[in-house]
C-alpha cells in the first residue's frame, strides 16, 4: 500500500509571538511548538510515522510564513528511502515567505538504502524582505551496516525560481561519478548548507557571509572536503562531502550557529530533539 501524505504548515506572528498552526492528510505531523528563545521563534518538529517512504509513496510538504514570523523545523530522524519495487518515492517541499518572514529548514538526513528510487525535492518562493537558512544532507547506503549503495537512484532538487537552481541524480551504478575525483571520489554522504534572500543581499553582507563560513570550514576535520560560494547575490551556499553523515552534520550545525550570528544576532540553541 502506498502513502500519500500531506501537510500544510503556516507561521504568524501574533501579539509578539511567532504561532503554528497546521492540517494534514495521511501520515505527516507537526509536535508541540517549541519556544526554546522566547516567543519570537517557533520550533517544530516534523514527524512522519511510517519511519520511510518506499516505491509509489508521496509527501507533500506546504510551508509558509506570514510578515515577521519567524519558524524552524527539523525532524527526530533521518528521512528513509527505502529499496523501491520500481516505483519512485517522492518527497515535495514548498516554502512560501512574505516580507520580513524568516524560516530554518533543518532536517536531518536522507538516507537511501540500496535498490532506492527516490526524488527529493525543495522550491522556495521568497518575497524581497523574506530570508531563509536551509540545509540539505543525503547519506547513500549504510556503511556501518555493510549495506553499501550498489543500485538505485536519488535526484536532488532545490531551487529559486528564475535565481537558483540545484538538480542532479546520483545512479549507483554510475562507478565515474560515484568514485571519480571529480564525482564523488568515493564519499557517501553528501551535503549543504544554504542562506536565500528574496532579494540581492548588500556586498558587505554576503562578502562576510563567505568568510565566516571559511573561517569554519577552515578550523574543521573536513575542510579539505567543504567550499562556500554565491552563485547568485540571493544565494550563499557551502558544499561538502563525507564518508559519513556524523562529520558532515558537525560542520553544518557549526556554520548555521556562524551564519545565524552573522545575519540575524542571534545564537543558535540547539533543538531539543537533536540531544535525544
Given amino acids: 500500500m502506498s502513502w500519500h501524505a500531506q501537510l500544510q504548515l503556516d507561521y504568524r506572528l501574533e501579539a509578539a509571538r511567532t504561532v503554528a498552526r497546521h492540517s494534514h492528510s495521511g ?53 528513509r528511502f527505502y529499496r523501491s519495487n520500481g516505483e519512485l518515492a517522492v518527497q515535495h517541499t514548498h516554502i512560501t515567505l512574505a516580507d520580513q518572514a524568516r524560516l530554518e529548514w533543518l532536517p536531518l538526513e536522507a538516507l537511501c538504502y540500496n535498490q532506492c528510487l527516490a526524488e527529493n525535492q525543495l522550491t522556495l ?38 535565481v ?23 564519499q557517501r554522504c553528501l551535503a549543504s548548507i544554504f542562506f536565500v534572500t528574496g532579494s540581492g543581499l548588500a556586498r558587505e553582507r554576503r562578502q562576510g557571509s563567505l568568510e565566516v563560513a571559511r573561517e569554519v570550514i577552515a578550523a574543521h576535520p573536513l575542510r ?22 556524523e562529520p558532515a552534520m558537525d560542520l553544518l550545525r557549526r556554520l548555521w550557529a556562524a551564519w545565524r550570528q552573522h545575519f540575524w544576532g542571534l545564537p543558535a ?6 540531544s535525544t
Fill in 125 to 162: 518562493a521568497l518575497s524581497p524582505e523574506a530570508e531563509f537558512i536551509g540545509w540539505d544532507v543525503t547519506a547513500l547506503g549504510l556503511p556501518h551496516a555493510g549495506q553499501p549503495f550498489e543500485s538505485g537512484s536519488f535526484l536532488q532538487h532545490i531551487e529559486l525560481p528564475g
Fill in 27 to 79: 501520515p505527516l505531523r507537526i509536535l508541540q511548538s517549541l519556544y526554546p528563545e522566547g516567543d519570537a521563534v517557533c520550533h517544530n518538529v516534523l514527524v512522519h510515522p511510517p519511519g520511510g517512504l518506499v516505491g509509489g509513496d508521496t509527501l507533500d510538504l506546504r510551508i509558509n510564513g506570514a510578515g515577521a514570523a519567524h519558524g524552524l523545523i527539523t525532524t527526530p530522524g533521518a528521512t
Fill in 164 to 186: 537558483w537552481l540545484e538538480r542532479g541524480r546520483i545512479a549507483a551504478e554510475d562507478l565515474r561519478l560515484m568514485n571519480s575525483p571529480l564525482g564523488l571520489a568515493g
Fill in 269 to 274: 540553541p540547539s533543538p531539543r530533539i537533536w
Fill in 224 to 245: 579539505h572536503l567543504a567550499g562556500a560560494s554565491s552563485p547568485d547575490a540571493q544565494v550563499v551556499v557551502v558544499r561538502l562531502l563525507a564518508p559519513l553523515v
